[in-house]
Structure formats: structure tokens, C-alpha cells
T-cell receptor, first 115, second 111 residues
Framework: DTGVSQDPRHKITKRGQNVTFRCDPI?????LYWYRQTLGQGPEFLTY????????KSRLLSDRFSAERPKGSFSTLEIQRTEQGDSAMYLC?????????????FGPGTRLTVL | TQLLEQSPQFLSIQEGENLTVYCNSS?????LQWYRQEPGEGPVLLVT?????EVKKLKRLTFQFGDARKDSSLHITAAQPGDTGLYLC???????????FGEGTQLTVNP
């Protein structure tokens, strides 16, 4: 059983640089979610996709953030002109098509540190 | 925005003790999930409760959903050091797909 995978696991970058993270969901799951988690807090919703369509975006997702899921399989989250406040764990989750009470399964996360 | 409040925020107990973690909201959720998270890893789903008043057991863990579907509790019996971790409750909004998480309860079980 292959779970959700994320790459890279860790990213250290300098302020002002662009970074891109990748998420590969569980293969039969059609919904994919991105969350952000800072130290000592629960995850906060950023955006989600149903197949290739981006259906909802949080106000946390500023115009420096963009997410894509071009073929309805893997997804990428890009942050442009990173700021120190972007330092966080970025989590991806996926969900089955139906009948699952929105049970979301998470990947291991990408830990971003902006210097 | 629906908010979930978890208590306590931190809990440090001795092996063999019992504990209860609470998750409260003023809003109704269509379902509620409990996750456990280890440092540097993503949350792992423990259970989903759907029906008001529902009780689910997972070995030494007992989960309850409030009758009004606004609150939930997690009770651990005879805690073990392996239970150490961050416990998160997350509600599914009635009109959406996103999960709304509580701030988490950091549990430490000392041997």
C-alpha cells in the first residue's frame, strides 16, 4: 500500500528565493489537499483539488503561492519570493472519491526553513 | 470560519495513568477525526466519528462524539510511552471539504 509521498522532506532557502514542493497522492484518491503547519499549531488549510480542478483556496494563500495539479495526479506547490514567515511544515493529504466521510491521509510533509 | 479548541494543550503523565483530551466547538461538524502526529512526520488518522453520541474504541483509546456533534473526547486507558505524541482533532465543515484542526494536545508518557 503506497501512501502519500512528498518531496523534498526538508528545504532550506534564502529569503527572496522561489521554492517548489511536490506531492504524490494515493493512486485511487481524486482529491488532494495542501495544509501548512507552524510549530505548536494544528495544520491550516491552504487549498484543494478535485482531479485537476482547484476548487477552494484559503485567504492564507497569498499571491506568492501557487498550486497546480495538471493531470489530476501529482501536485506542486510553489512559493515565490519566500519570506521568513513562510517557514513551516507543508503537508499534503489525499482522499478517496466518495463514501469516506472526508477521511484525509497525510504525507510526511516538507519542512521549509527560510533564512 | 469554524474553530476547534483542544484542551489541555500539554499533558505529561506517568505510564499506567488514564487521561482525557477534549475538543470543543460552537459549530456543528458533519464528522470529526482524530489524528496522532510524531515530530517531523505528517498526522496519522486514528478514527472518524460521524453520528452524534457515537463511541468508538481502538484498543486502549476511546473516542466519543457529542450528541450535538459540536464536541469530542479522546480517553486513553493505562497510557504507555508509545502513546507519546501530538493528538489533533479535526472537523469537517458542514458545507465544505476542508479539515479544520484544533491546536493539538502534546502528550508525554513517562516510563
Amino acid at each position: 500500500d503506497t501512501g502519500v509521498s512528498q518531496d523534498p522532506r526538508h528545504k532550506i532557502t534564502k529569503r527572496g528565493q522561489n521554492v517548489t514542493f511536490r506531492c504524490d497522492p494515493i493512486s485511487e484518491h481524486n482529491r488532494l489537499y495542501w495544509y501548512r503547519q507552524t510549530l505548536g499549531q494544528g495544520p491550516e488549510f491552504l487549498t484543494y483539488f478535485q482531479n485537476e480542478a482547484q476548487l477552494e483556496k484559503s485567504r492564507l494563500l497569498s499571491d506568492r503561492f501557487s498550486a497546480e495539479r495538471p493531470k489530476g495526479s501529482f501536485s506542486t506547490l510553489e512559493i515565490q519570493r519566500t519570506e521568513q514567515g513562510d517557514s513551516a511544515m507543508y503537508l499534503c493529504a489525499s482522499r478517496r472519491r466518495s463514501g469516506s466521510y472526508n477521511e484525509q491521509f497525510f504525507g510526511p510533509g516538507t519542512r521549509l526553513t527560510v533564512l | 470560519t469554524q474553530l476547534l479548541e483542544q484542551s489541555p494543550q500539554f499533558l505529561s503523565i506517568q505510564e499506567g495513568e488514564n487521561l482525557t483530551v477534549y475538543c470543543n466547538s460552537s459549530s456543528v461538524f458533519s464528522s470529526l477525526q482524530w489524528y496522532r502526529q510524531e515530530p517531523g512526520e505528517g498526522p496519522v488518522l486514528l478514527v472518524t466519528v460521524v453520528t452524534g453520541g457515537e463511541v468508538k474504541k481502538l484498543k486502549r483509546l476511546t473516542f466519543q462524539f457529542g450528541d450535538a456533534r459540536k464536541d469530542s473526547s479522546l480517553h486513553i486507558t493505562a497510557a504507555q510511552p508509545g502513546d507519546t505524541g501530538l493528538y489533533l482533532c479535526a472537523g469537517v465543515e458542514t458545507s465544505g471539504s476542508r479539515l479544520t484542526f484544533g491546536e493539538g494536545t502534546q502528550l508525554t508518557v513517562n516510563p
